[in-house]
């Protein structure tokens, strides 16, 4: 068993040295992987460096999966700004359940690129320019995580992502996929819930491409106003489409709000709407007619390629917390457009109740039962 340590050798070779001394010295073998640009000390136009990277990450891969991986436990990255986007790429094509760590200064906000792997940060606080206090603490705490995980009793490969219901959840969808999971789970189901906030959709995704799911509940699928309306998102072109081939009840949890940030940060045009402080940091705005008609238009057309069966529950109450009445976003007329969309696809069942009703969230576990009953 080892470990694979990827590093750019030709700037971070003194790095790189320290951490392998620091996993011997934890009892863990260490097998090595350039991902260096090769640059040659040259100076290269950004067209060229771009080209390089996506190069770096080829070649890493290619000889990643020309060696035997039978015995590989795990795997360790160091990068600054330039080797921590290739060790990212690198990381993210090996297997979902391998453990990955990377050591990184942190030059991109790491959402967007780790949403959908399961990836242990370790950030660097200085640059990763040489060996200091600052450099040398970090290194040890990444050889400390690597060496207890490597030393833990871990599932590795695909066995260990035992099909579960996948479920979609935020806070504002809460009080209902709480009552579904608690039902699922006394019902024998093993749960797995994805936080529908932009990046868990890519995870949620990712998940249902790699057969984690025997079956969804997509309670909030918010995300729809994310890729396609506003709001930051991580990219995931398969958000609605991947889990096609699952038996698939979806509700229409957050489709009505647009995330944004601080509400004084945000345009204007948002403002002008009504919203709501959901915290210090974020802001939910409600929808135009067209755009709730938008996603469901979008929606609809995932549905229309679904191979397994697809119930869709509308929850004419309210489709999350402060659409309700007095809420801070209510607006039944959006729920009515929503609906009246979302039916050219597909027959939906209206329910009186709201998205966090517990009666809501027992239909939408019986609508599951009745397509998977077989």
């Not at 690597?146 to 935020?170: F, I, R």
């Not at 396609?228 to 081939?245: L, Q």
């Not at 999350?320 to 597909?346: C, M, N, V, W």
Request: a negative charge; glycine letters at 10%; charged letters at 15%.
């Amino acid at each position: 068993m080892s470990v694979l340590l990827l590093a750019t050798y030709d700037t971070k070779q003194e790095e790189a040295d320290y951490l392998i001394l620091g996993l011997k010295a934890q009892g863990v073998p260490v097998e090595q992987c350039d991902i260096s640009l090769k640059a040659g000390g040259e100076h290269w136009s950004p067209a060229a460096k771009v080209a390089g990277m996506k190069a770096a990450t080829e070649r890493a891969i290619a000889e990643i999966n020309s060696a035997p991986q039978s015995g590989r436990r795990m795997v360790v990255a160091i990068g600054g700004g330039t080797g921590g986007q290739i060790a990212v790429n690198v990381l993210r094509s090996l297997p979902l359940a391998m453990p990955k760590v990377l050591v990184t200064t942190l030059p991109f906000d790491p959402r967007y690129v780790i949403a959908d792997s399961s990836i242990v940060l370790v950030p660097t606080i200085a640059d990763l320019c040489g060996l200091n206090a600052t450099t040398r603490a970090a290194l040890d705490r990444a050889a400390a995580i690597t060496g207890g995980l490597y030393h833990a009793t871990l599932p590795t490969g695909p066995a260990s992502l035992t099909p579960s219901v996948g479920v979609t959840s935020l806070g504002v969808t809460g009080p209902g996929t709480d009552a579904l999971c608690d039902r699922l789970r006394a019902d024998g189901d093993e749960v797995t819930v994805f936080h529908a906030n932009g990046f868990g959709g890519a995870a949620f995704t990712r998940w249902a491409q790699n057969g984690a799911f025997k079956s969804v509940v997509d309670y909030t699928p918010h995300e729809l106003t994310r890729c396609y309306i506003a709001g930051v998102n991580a990219d995931m072109p398969g958000r609605f489409t991947a889990m096609g081939n699952i038996p698939r009840v979806i509700l229409p949890g957050g489709v009505n709000f647009i995330g944004m940030g601080q509400a004084d940060l945000m345009p204007e045009v948002y403002r002008t709407r009504p919203h709501y402080s959901h915290s210090p940091l974020f802001t939910h705005v409600q929808c135009t007619t067209e755009e709730i008609v938008k996603c469901a238009n979008i929606l609809g057309e995932a549905i229309s390629q679904a191979t397994a069966p697809v119930r869709v529950l509308i929850p004419m109450g309210g489709f999350s917390s402060e659409d309700k009445p007095h809420g801070a976003i209510e607006s039944p007329a959006l729920r009515e457009a929503f609906r009246d969309t979302i039916t050219q696809y597909i027959d939906a069942i209206c329910l009186d109740g709201h998205i966090n009703d517990t009666a809501t969230a027992m239909a939408t576990v019986d609508a599951l039962r009745a397509i998977t009953k077989d």
